[in-house]
Antibody, heavy 120, light 107 residues
């Protein structure tokens, strides 16, 4: 069964760039699924960041679009998130997830999440 | 963006109770709705997709219904493992958006 694992720095300085990677195991990132990033600030709800297909096609949340880049590395079976010009409001648990059916879909497989704190 | 509003925000119930959570969309989303369960410190878990389709491995006490702008998640007989926070999510229109969550607590 497909499993996802996020990794990256747990602490990022304000105005810096947050960089995370999600490794896909037990399946191929080149399947027919799309792949998403979702975040959850402490004690708050879920926010969708964006999605990518193995072709490199992306869709982003307009609220973050100017600062977000999602990319894919098929050779490593992984996809990545970069969020620039971070501030304290970007402190959150970041999850990667698989979309269940084509693009713009439900999220049927989730990583465990990684906590990113923005602080000097 | 489509706004998803869940009610109640907190629900106190006892084991064995029938529990219903409501999710309302700010515009019609047909049946493009999913429900998730999240426990503290854990990732969300998919329960229901396309408003009423039960994800494989999810107990049959969970069910979903609705279309258009109003949806419900029902737990027919609440079990100890069900105390958690539940989120709805629409996938009719970009950006994907979630409801604010409903926390189901022990009464």
């Amino acid at each position: 069964q497909v499993q996802l694992q996020e990794s990256g720095p747990g602490l990022v300085k304000p105005s810096g760039t947050l960089s995370l990677t999600c490794v896909v195991s037990g399946g191929s990132i080149s399947s027919s699924n799309w792949w998403s990033w979702v975040r959850q600030p402490p004690g708050k709800g879920l926010e969708w960041i964006g999605e990518i297909y193995h072709s490199g096609t992306t869709n982003y949340n307009p609220s973050l679009k100017s600062r977000v880049t999602i990319s894919v590395d098929k050779s490593k079976n992984q996809f990545s998130l970069k969020l620039s010009s971070v501030a304290a409001a970007d402190t959150a648990v970041y999850y990667c997830a698989r979309e269940g059916d084509n693009y713009r879909s439900w999220l049927d497989v989730w990583g465990k999440g990684t906590t990113v704190t923005v602080s000097s | 963006d489509i706004q998803m509003t869940q009610s109640p925000s907190t629900l106190s119930a006892s084991v064995g109770d029938r529990v219903t959570i409501t999710c309302r969309a700010s515009q019609s989303i047909s049946s493009w709705l999913a429900w998730y369960q999240q426990k503290p410190g854990k990732a969300p878990k998919l329960l229901i997709y396309k408003a009423s389709s039960l994800e494989s491995g999810v107990p049959s006490r969970f069910s979903g219904s609705g279309s258009g702008t109003e949806f419900t998640l029902t737990i027919s007989s609440l079990q100890p493992d069900d105390f958690a926070t539940y989120y709805c999510q629409q996938f009719n229109t970009y950006p994907l958006t979630f409801g604010g969550g409903t926390k189901v607590e022990i009464k």
